[in-house]
């Protein structure tokens, strides 16, 4: 882990990203990556990324969907037995 | 005795006449214990009739801290037939080469009888061994009773799809590397690749251990690794003799049909150019017992192959025309090799994009430059009959802007 961005700290970011564009986009992982590096540049690094989205999932904070990719979405309902 | 009142499938039973094996008598010996086979049938039959599927697909679907494995399923007729209101698919990943001890069979079964419909895909086209049918519900249970027996779920979605082999050194003398080694070490090296899904679109390995290429990686994975050997054809003289006394038409049925026409007999022997020859293995597969694979194996990596969803079928093309597959230490070339490919393809791979398409938008010049591979002759397709290849090296700068 490079300077003071801590895994949780970017899962933290991450998820509030999530929150923010939930039902208006969804985020594939390596879009939330770009994200996070695009904001502390040098200070973190894909694999801080992927160890904060791994956190980020087995907290049950976000989950995976799919529709045609993957995506990551917050937890509800599930989306194709929606229009049921 | 079902408890439950048996679907009329009049459409389906149609299905059942002939001589062939049928899948519907299969389902409706299942329906009689099983309500979601029973629905199943049901649903089937509307589509039958409506000429219309009535599957819904995706959805947040899986099981806690994985993005992959579990492919959600729903009825859009729910109310008319409940019990496939969800009828998720799950996806085991199965052992290299499909060996499985009949314990681990029944081990399977008993957990998928317990907890889905009972019904199975042995195998999916991935590899995977595929459980079909069950709810929401159930998929923790299942996948907390897969694991405690050490199994593990598959690859779906935008991750590495359950890499797949064929069996290789286990069983055939054709195996130019240990394909079972490599596919359970490249399995094992990227779990979190497999269960988490972080690419623009589905990514497959398939190992094929000679150019026979039994699990067709060429046709149907992104990244093929296939065995190829490149010193000469081994030949056994007296064996070649053998099989033209026992009759065989050697020059009709073997030298002839040599696609590069590398190889000629002189009514007594085999001679074979090696330079020109492209690894077809078809005289080796006429002549098992006289020709065989030369001793300096390895492995020829292609890469881009896929089946049409968005864009149209490609056929993977070479990437590295030869890579020894050390076991020793431990295939860190070929490793090497996918991070490079895998953060070109992160960069620059756009949703639902494979790699072979990205390949195809960018450039095959532009690819291997980023992924630091220096082009090579085999890297043309075609070209044997293709003038059009030149290299940068060849252009002099004559001092003049063009």
């Known amino acids: 882990m490079s300077d003071a961005v801590t895994t949780a700290q970017i899962a933290d970011e991450m998820y509030n990203l999530v929150k923010e564009y939930s039902g208006k986009k969804r985020f594939k992982s390596s879009d939330l990556t770009k994200e996070i590096i695009g904001k502390h540049g040098d200070k973190v690094n894909k694999k801080d990324c992927k160890a904060a989205?791994?956190?980020?999932?087995?907290?049950?904070?976000?989950?995976?969907?799919?529709?045609?990719?993957?995506?990551?979405?917050?937890?509800g309902e599930e989306g194709a037995a929606k229009s049921q | 005795m079902a408890n439950h009142k048996l679907r009329k499938t009049p459409l389906l039973d149609d299905l059942q006449k002939g001589p062939w094996p049928s899948f519907v008598k299969d389902m409706k010996q299942i329906a009689v214990r099983k309500p979601m086979v029973n629905d199943l049938l049901g649903q089937l039959e509307l589509s039958y009739k409506e000429r219309?599927?009535?599957?819904?697909?995706g959805g947040l679907v899986g099981v806690i801290g994985y993005g992959g494995g579990v492919i959600g399923r729903y009825s859009d007729a729910p109310e008319q037939f409940p019990d496939v209101a969800h009828f998720h698919t799950i996806r085991v990943n199965q052992p290299s080469g499909w060996f499985y001890t009949s314990q681990a069979?029944?081990?399977?079964?008993?957990i998928w009888e317990a907890h889905g419909s009972g019904m199975t895909n042995m195998h999916g086209s991935t590899g995977d061994c595929v459980f079909l049918g069950t709810t929401s519900e159930e998929l923790e249970p299942i996948f907390a009773k897969l694991t405690e027996k050490d199994w593990d779920l598959g690859g779906s979605g935008s991750d590495v799809r359950t890499p797949s082999c064929c069996n290789g050194m286990a069983r055939c003398e054709y195996a130019c590397y240990d394909t079972m080694d490599v596919c359970y070490?490249?399995?094992?090296?990227?779990?979190?690749?497999?269960?988490?899904?972080?690419?623009?679109?589905?990514?497959?390995?398939?190992?094929?251990?000679?150019?026979?290429?039994?699990v067709a990686s060429i046709a149907r994975s992104d990244l093929s690794v296939?065995?190829?050997?490149?010193?000469?054809?081994?030949?056994?003289?007296?064996?070649?003799?053998?099989?033209a006394d026992a009759g065989m038409d050697i020059r009709a049925d073997v030298?002839?049909?040599?696609?590069?026409?590398?190889?000629?007999?002189?009514?007594?022997?085999?001679?074979?150019?090696?330079?020109?020859c492209n690894r077809c293995m078809h005289c080796i597969n006429a002549m098992p017992k006289a020709l065989r694979p030369g001793k300096d194996?390895?492995?020829t990596i292609l890469i881009g192959g896929k089946a049409p969803i968005i864009e149209g079928a490609l056929l993977s093309s070479v990437l590295v025309p030869f890579m020894k597959m050390d076991k020793a230490d431990d295939y860190q070339e070929f490793k090497d090799l996918m991070e490079r490919i895998w953060d070109f393809w992160d960069d620059h791979g756009v949703n639902r994009e494979r790699i072979g398409e990205c390949i195809e938008r960018v450039g095959l010049g532009n690819f291997l430059e980023a992924i630091e591979v220096d082009p090579k002759p085999e890297h043309v397709k075609h070209p044997r009959t293709n003038p059009y290849i030149f290299y940068e090296e060849y252009f002099e700068d004559?001092?003049?802007d063009a």
């Not at chain 2, 069979?105 to 008993?110: F, G, H, T």
């Not at chain 2, 399995?187 to 679109?201: I, K, V």
């Not at chain 2, 296939?226 to 099989?243: F, L, P, S």
């Open chain 2, 297 to 299: 194996t390895g492995a």
């Open chain 2, 255 to 276: 030298t002839r049909k040599c696609p590069t026409a590398c190889m000629r007999y002189d009514g007594k022997e085999i001679h074979v150019n090696n330079k020109q």
């Open chain 2, 226 to 243: 296939i065995g190829t050997w490149r010193d000469d054809i081994r030949i056994d003289q007296a064996a070649v003799k053998a099989y």
């Open chain 2, 185 to 214: 070490n490249i399995t094992m090296e990227y779990q979190d690749e497999l269960h988490r899904p972080a690419f623009p679109y589905k990514w497959k390995f398939k190992f094929s251990g000679c150019p026979n290429d039994c």
């Open chain 2, 52 to 57: 219309v599927g009535h599957w819904k697909h």
């Open chain 1, 53 to 75: 989205l791994r956190e980020l999932m087995d907290s049950g904070r976000c989950v995976y969907g799919y529709a045609g990719g993957s995506f990551i979405a917050l937890p």
């Open chain 2, 398 to 400: 004559d001092g003049t």
């Open chain 2, 105 to 110: 069979l029944r081990d399977l079964c008993d």
